[in-house]
């Protein structure tokens, strides 16, 4: 996609997704090693999905409840092991609304105000934009060993989720389940099953991030990146961005073997819309 192409509002970009960063991450790691860390699940700002939930069993077998309270760390260890060693990565998505609301750019996953305030170091970061195919791609190639989901977040309250009949056992389960099966069966089997509860649904207040993700199990305790190589297409400049930084993020991009544009998204009193960036070498650039 040309960048012409890409800065006008009505231009279809629903093959790309975005992803929010400071330009100190940006600078200092995402561009030097040309990756993208994953996140702990665990680290997720929606309690919802960050906090286990201890699971309810049910007595399918008549086995009496002592059984239950005798085994209680074994269910504790089960909802654990539900959400720990989940790793994710996370963008936004462009609206399939019409374009409705404040201003042209209204349903682009770049436009998002809130967002370049809480993950883009309010307005000073970037936000950078992904080819969506591509990066899926990369996602399932990297991890082909190991179990990997990737797909939309739906924004439901957990009751109401829960309330689905498909998904009427995501936190309940049998007491022939605990009689039968080892902690990791249990849930290796429910994480097949019930992935869409576990990692992409989140509290409805989320709803305006339209977010898309990529997750996977990691057991090791080291950080884990994945290489995007091909996949960035745009960094997009907070309308606060100090433009002495632009020169050591111009060197880096020199270095990769396909090159991402750099463009301004900007507000001019009215409405965000791109702005012209001075590309000029500045003094005292960013100490890398």
Same mark, same amino acid.
């Given at each position: 996609?040309?960048?012409?192409?890409?800065?006008?509002?009505?231009?279809?970009?629903?093959?790309?997704?975005?992803?929010?960063?400071?330009?100190d991450?940006?600078?200092?790691?995402?561009?030097?090693?040309?990756?993208?860390?994953?996140?702990?699940?665990?680290?997720?700002?929606?309690?919802?999905?960050?906090?286990?939930?201890?699971?309810?069993?049910?007595?399918?077998?008549?086995?009496?409840?002592?059984?239950?309270?005798?085994?209680?760390n074994?269910?504790?260890?089960?909802?654990?092991?539900?959400?720990?060693?989940?790793?994710?990565?996370?963008?936004?998505?462009?609206?399939?609304?019409?374009?409705?609301?404040?201003?042209?750019?209204?349903?682009?996953?770049?436009?998002?105000?809130r967002?370049?305030?809480?993950?883009?170091?309010?307005?000073?970061?970037?936000?950078?934009?992904?080819?969506? *195919? /591509? +990066? @899926?791609?990369?996602? =399932?190639?990297? $991890?082909?060993? %190991?179990?990997?989901?990737?797909?939309?977040?739906?924004?439901?309250?957990?009751?109401?989720?829960?309330?689905?009949?498909?998904?009427?056992?995501?936190?309940?389960?049998?007491?022939?389940?605990?009689?039968?099966?080892?902690?990791?069966?249990?849930?290796? *089997? /429910? +994480? @097949?099953?019930?992935? =869409?509860?576990? $990692?992409?649904? %989140?509290?409805?207040?989320?709803?305006?991030?339209?977010?898309?993700?990529?997750v996977?199990?990691?057991?090791?305790?080291?950080?884990?990146?994945?290489?995007?190589?091909?996949?960035?297409?745009?960094?997009?400049?907070?309308?606060?961005?100090?433009?002495?930084?632009?020169?050591?993020?111009?060197?880096?991009?020199?270095?990769?073997?396909?090159?991402?544009?750099?463009?301004?998204?900007?507000?001019?009193?009215?409405?965000?819309?791109?702005t012209?960036i001075?590309?000029?070498?500045?003094?005292?650039?960013?100490?890398?």
């Open positions: 996609m040309d960048k012409n192409s890409f800065m006008n509002p009505f231009f279809d970009t629903r093959d790309l997704i975005y992803h929010y960063t400071s330009v991450t940006l600078i200092k790691y995402i561009l030097p090693q040309n990756s993208l860390r994953f996140s702990h699940l665990l680290s997720t700002n929606d309690p919802e999905e960050s906090k286990y939930h201890v699971m309810q069993y049910i007595d399918d077998v008549s086995i009496g409840p002592d059984y239950f309270m005798d085994n209680l074994k269910i504790k260890d089960i909802s654990k092991r539900i959400t720990q060693n989940v790793r994710l990565i996370c963008f936004s998505q462009d609206d399939a609304d019409s374009y409705i609301g404040n201003g042209l750019y209204s349903n682009k996953g770049y436009a998002r105000p967002m370049w305030a809480q993950y883009a170091n309010n307005h000073q970061g970037v936000c950078l934009a992904f080819n969506k *195919e /591509r +990066i @899926i791609d990369i996602f =399932k190639n990297s $991890f082909s060993d %190991k179990q990997t989901f990737y797909g939309d977040v739906s924004y439901e309250p957990l009751v109401q989720l829960l309330n689905e009949e498909e998904n009427a056992y995501a936190q309940s389960g049998f007491a022939s389940e605990l009689l039968n099966k080892t902690v990791e069966e249990i849930v290796m *089997e /429910r +994480i @097949i099953k019930y992935n =869409k509860i576990y $990692f992409f649904s %989140k509290h409805k207040d989320w709803k305006t991030e339209n977010e898309f993700r990529l996977l199990r990691e057991t090791s305790e080291n950080e884990t990146y994945m290489n995007i190589d091909g996949c960035l297409e745009y960094i997009i400049l907070g309308h606060k961005f100090d433009e002495n930084l632009i020169k050591p993020i111009k060197i880096l991009i020199d270095s990769l073997n396909n090159k991402p544009e750099i463009l301004k998204f900007g507000y001019n009193g009215n409405s965000y819309c791109f012209p001075d590309f000029e070498m500045k003094e005292n650039p960013y100490d890398l």
